[in-house]
């Protein structure tokens, strides 16, 4: 049963940047793909972008085109998202998510959540 | 992109009682080769990640109770919970997998209470 665990909540001041991380467990990381989805309060969840491990190539939401960066380490089953110039209204919960590896599919399992604040 | 508009945003419904959640794509999300709808339904409650419900726009997720059900096919998906239970309050979202290379995208939201 693969299961994701995600980085602590952090706090940050506008125009600085924040890394999550994700890590599995419970399963082959190369065996499939991680997407990145937020909510901010009050909102819907937001797909980011996501990255195949296997081949190390990543998809991003045309909205965080140039300012969201995700990887994978695949020796320790890692994937991260990282994002840029962050604005006070990307206050939100940021999750990983699987996905199946051979084609678009549905978001099973998903990671806890962090929360990132972007306050000054 | 394609665009997921759920209906209605918000609905309360009696203990016990049946509630309906549509979900319209802007485009049809059929792939023809397979007759499949690649449309999920997911349930999110409050301090907790979202939950699969159903995948393929009809197939329960593993553990999922059978009170559960989604239907319908290109442009128009609904998710249907018979019997309503307390723990059923929760916020549902559609989802579409479509796209190729993967531009997913959900709908707005249908909060769910109890009346």
């Known amino acids: 049963q693969v299961q994701l665990v995600q980085s602590g909540a952090e706090v940050k001041k506008p125009g600085s940047s924040v890394k999550v991380s994700c890590k599995a467990s419970?399963?082959?990381?190369?065996?499939?793909?991680i997407s990145w989805v937020r909510r901010a309060p009050g909102q819907g969840l937001e797909w980011m972008g996501g990255?195949?491990?296997?081949?190390?190539?990543?998809y991003y939401a045309q909205k965080f085109q140039g300012r969201v960066t995700i990887t994978a380490d695949e020796a320790t089953s890692t994937a991260y998202m990282e994002l840029n110039s962050l604005r006070s209204e990307e206050t939100a919960v940021y999750y990983c998510?699987?996905?199946?590896?051979?084609?678009?599919?549905?978001?099973?399992?998903w990671g806890q959540g962090t929360l990132v604040t972007v306050s000054s | 992109d394609i665009v997921m508009t759920q209906s209605p945003e918000f609905l309360a419904v009696p203990l016990g009682e049946r509630a309906t959640i549509n979900c319209k794509s802007s485009?049809?999300?059929?792939?023809?080769?397979?007759?499949?709808?690649?449309l999920a339904w997911y349930q999110q409650k409050p301090g907790q990640p979202p939950k699969l419900l159903i995948y393929?726009?009809?197939t329960r997720a593993s553990g999922v109770p059978d009170r559960f059900s989604g239907s319908g096919s290109e442009t128009d998906f609904t998710l249907t919970i018979n019997s309503l239970q307390a723990e059923d309050v929760a916020v549902y979202y559609c989802?579409?997998?479509?796209?190729?290379?993967?531009?997913?995208?959900f709908g707005q939201g249908t909060k769910l209470e109890i009346k």
């Open positions: 998510a699987r996905n199946s590896l051979v084609a678009p599919s549905w978001f099973d399992p």
């Open positions: 419970g399963g082959t990381f190369t065996n499939f793909a």
């Open positions: 990255i195949i491990p296997i081949f190390g190539r990543a």
């Open positions: 485009q049809s999300v059929l792939y023809s080769s397979s007759n499949k709808n690649p």
């Open positions: 393929w726009a009809s």
């Open positions: 989802q579409q997998y479509y796209s190729s290379p993967p531009m997913y995208t």
